[in-house]
């Protein structure tokens, strides 16, 4: 019996030592296979801005400040807390963390635009996430500039951060849709050694798969100072997020953006809780991060955002630790690693067996042999009882489903919706009678 993979460490947090690889009954070792991983990444959050970007979404300032409260205590060391810029709100939720004493770094989105850059002074922040297009078809198409000016600007760009005393992040935005040999070359010009700390690669539009995001990490890390970080930035449109940051570790980021319950534009991004274990439990990176934190942080953002997370969510869902199938339950009573890598005890959760359609008698003798007084139970009775919980469930009604969903739909539809497009005409209409009358008067 083989252990293949790296070797045994600590969680983070004084967890229990957790084992990392898997097992195989062979003498073969696919040790020489597996890429040599870094001992921690950076997990910068981004949910209170990404995540805050998601349709129909918004935060109010106590909730965004509560949110960079928890995530703090959580261990998350830097925070993408919001666009200044762009939202006054951002600009005061920002201000108000820094006078919380937030002890987290805080992070400011702006674009190579003077005025984003002193907004995000004026906000706090200790470091800028400076995003610029690199993709031709948004260089071109959406911009109207040339190649030269977006190397120009961006350099411009990380010099007013420098002279602003922040730290400067530059993001290649669209990178996964760029011409790499155009970013190794954006790489020369802006990336320069004590002026930038991160190159954050953003799959804005969530297209790469694990093989390319590795190609291009690997690419422009040939291409980089070793003081000048690789951060991963992934969106989920294809279900590939959290693979896709994996897969830069491997290939040598040493950072990666995360948003809570995985919220964010379109897909979604790639969900902190779903890292966190995978950097752990496959991995065995380190990343200071208490996973007890998760489950509080999933249901949290549930709650400000509207967006309601599914039972089989991974690692925070409702249902991740729980089992019901004879088969498998009678299998976790005698061994609970038989269907179950992930342990509920690393987020603080509990194990749960679920009497249901699909249970078996070995669930029944258990709760009997743990009730008080003990009960004994022969095979015929176990039978019985089993065929009773299965007609129970089978005669159970199913309204409180369909109300449950239909209230779901209703409340995407009224809560997620936005503001109506007659309502935007509306207040046009009113506010261009008022400046008519104004330049009347």
């Known amino acids: 019996m083989l252990w293949v993979g790296t070797a045994p460490r600590a969680s983070p947090i004084g967890k229990p030592e957790v084992k990392v690889g898997f097992t195989v009954d062979t003498k073969d070792t696919f040790a020489a296979a597996l890429p040599p991983m870094p001992e921690s990444a950076e997990v910068i959050d981004c949910t209170l801005r990404d995540g805050e970007q998601t349709p129909g979404v918004w935060f109010t300032v106590p909730e965004k400040v509560e949110l960079a409260t928890m995530l703090d205590a959580a261990g998350i060391r830097v925070l993408d807390a919001g666009f200044p810029?762009?939202?006054?709100?951002?600009?005061?939720?920002?201000?108000?963390?820094?006078?919380?004493?937030?002890?987290?770094?805080?992070?400011?989105?702006?674009?190579?635009?003077?005025?984003?850059?002193?907004?995000?002074?004026?906000?706090?922040?200790?470091?800028?996430?400076?995003?610029?297009?690199?993709?031709?078809?948004?260089?071109?198409?959406?911009?109207?500039?040339?190649?030269?000016?977006?190397?120009?600007?961006?350099?411009?760009?990380?010099?007013?951060?420098?002279?602003?005393?922040?730290?400067?992040?530059?993001?290649?935005?669209?990178?996964?849709?760029?011409?790499?040999?155009?970013?190794?070359?954006?790489?020369?010009?802006?990336?320069?050694?004590?002026?930038?700390?991160?190159?954050?690669?953003?799959?804005?539009?969530?297209?790469?798969?694990?093989?390319?995001?590795?190609?291009?990490?690997?690419?422009?890390?040939?291409?980089?100072?070793?003081?000048?970080?690789?951060?991963?930035?992934?969106?989920?449109?294809?279900?590939?997020?959290?693979?896709?940051?994996?897969?830069?570790?491997?290939?040598?980021?040493?950072?990666?953006?995360?948003?809570?319950?995985?919220?964010?534009?379109?897909?979604?991004?790639?969900?902190?809780?779903?890292?966190?274990?995978?950097?752990?439990?496959?991995?065995?990176?380190?990343?200071?991060?208490?996973?007890?934190?998760?489950?509080?942080?999933?249901?949290?953002?549930?709650?400000?955002?509207?967006?309601?997370?599914?039972?089989?969510?991974?690692?925070?869902?409702?249902?991740?630790?729980?089992?019901?199938?004879?088969?498998?339950?009678?299998?976790?009573?005698?061994?609970?690693?038989?269907?179950?890598?992930?342990p509920p005890s690393w987020t603080g959760s509990d194990r749960g067996y679920v009497f249901g359609k699909h249970s078996g008698a070995a669930l029944v003798r258990h709760v009997l042999a743990q009730a008080d007084p003990p009960r004994e139970i022969d095979d015929e009775l176990a039978r019985q009882v089993v065929a009773s919980v299965k007609r129970i469930v089978e005669d159970t009604d199913k309204a409180r489903h369909e109300e449950a969903f239909t209230a779901k739909e209703t409340f995407i539809r009224d809560a997620l919706a936005g503001v109506p497009s007659d309502v935007v005409i509306a207040e046009y209409d009113r506010l261009a009678a008022n400046a008519t009358t104004e330049a009347a008067s």
Request: net charge negative.
């Open 85 to 342: 810029a762009a939202s006054p709100a951002d600009m005061e939720a920002m201000q108000e963390m820094r006078h919380r004493g937030v002890r987290a770094r805080l992070g400011a989105t702006a674009r190579p635009v003077h005025n984003d850059i002193v907004a995000a002074e004026k906000s706090g922040a200790d470091e800028v996430f400076m995003f610029m297009p690199t993709s031709d078809l948004r260089i071109k198409e959406t911009l109207g500039v040339t190649r030269d000016d977006v190397s120009r600007i961006m350099r411009s760009g990380v010099d007013d951060i420098v002279a602003h005393n922040m730290i400067a992040s530059v993001v290649f935005e669209d990178s996964t849709r760029a011409d790499p040999e155009y970013m190794i070359r954006l790489v020369r010009d802006v990336c320069e050694p004590g002026t930038v700390a991160r190159l954050i690669l953003a799959d804005s539009v969530g297209c790469a798969h694990p093989a390319s995001m590795k190609l291009l990490v690997s690419t422009l890390r040939e291409q980089l100072d070793p003081s000048i970080v690789i951060s991963i930035h992934a969106h989920n449109d294809y279900g590939l997020a959290a693979a896709n940051a994996l897969a830069a570790v491997e290939a040598g980021a040493r950072s990666m953006s995360c948003t809570v319950n995985g919220i964010g534009e379109r897909a979604g991004n790639a969900d902190l809780a779903e890292c966190l274990a995978a950097l752990t439990h496959l991995h065995g990176i380190e990343h200071g991060v208490d996973a007890t934190a998760l489950p509080g942080l999933s249901r949290f953002v549930e709650r400000i955002s509207g967006i309601h997370m599914s039972a089989t969510k991974p690692v925070t869902g409702f249902n991740v630790y729980r089992h019901e199938s004879g088969v498998h339950v009678d299998s976790m009573l005698k061994n609970t690693r038989s269907y179950e890598e992930l």
